[in-house]
């Protein structure tokens, strides 16, 4: 069993930037592909950034820029760089572990995706 907690989100005023955390409990973390979705008011969850366990990064076309996915395998930790934020990216942010058996494989449907965290708020006021 993995266990994700997110951490980071809050207030924040348009244009500026935040770096969600997701650290994860058990052994099974360099062994994950992880991810990034979000989750607007009245919308779908939607795919924002993954990372494979080799590091190689894949992210939604409509993030690509602004938004930078890393992970330290020595904390247990991925990363979600934000910049730029614009009221339209507020959302509750969840982090997703998925066992992959390639190296290089970076899931970007949820289905794909073995645990989840409770999510953080982020909300960009303009």
């Known amino acids: 069993q993995v266990q994700l907690v997110e951490s980071g989100g809050g207030l924040v005023q348009a244009g500026g930037s935040l770096r969600l955390s997701c650290t994860a409990s058990?052994?099974?973390?360099?062994?994950?592909?992880m991810g990034w979705f979000r989750q607007a008011p009245g919308k779908e969850r939607e795919f924002v950034a993954a990372?494979?366990?080799?590091?190689?990064?894949y992210y939604a076309d409509s993030e690509k820029g602004r938004f930078t996915i890393s992970r330290d395998n020595g904390k247990n930790t991925v990363y979600l760089q934000v910049d730029s934020l614009k009221p339209e990216d507020t959302a509750v942010y969840y982090c997703?572990?998925?066992?992959?058996?390639?190296?290089?494989?970076?899931?970007?449907?949820?289905?794909?995706?073995?645990?989840w965290g409770q999510g953080t708020q982020v909300t960009v006021s303009s």
């Open positions: 997703a572990a998925g066992r992959t058996a390639s190296y290089y494989y970076t899931p970007s449907v949820g289905d794909e995706y073995d645990y």
């Open positions: 058990g052994r099974t973390f360099s062994s994950s592909a």
């Open positions: 990372i494979a366990r080799s590091g190689i990064t």
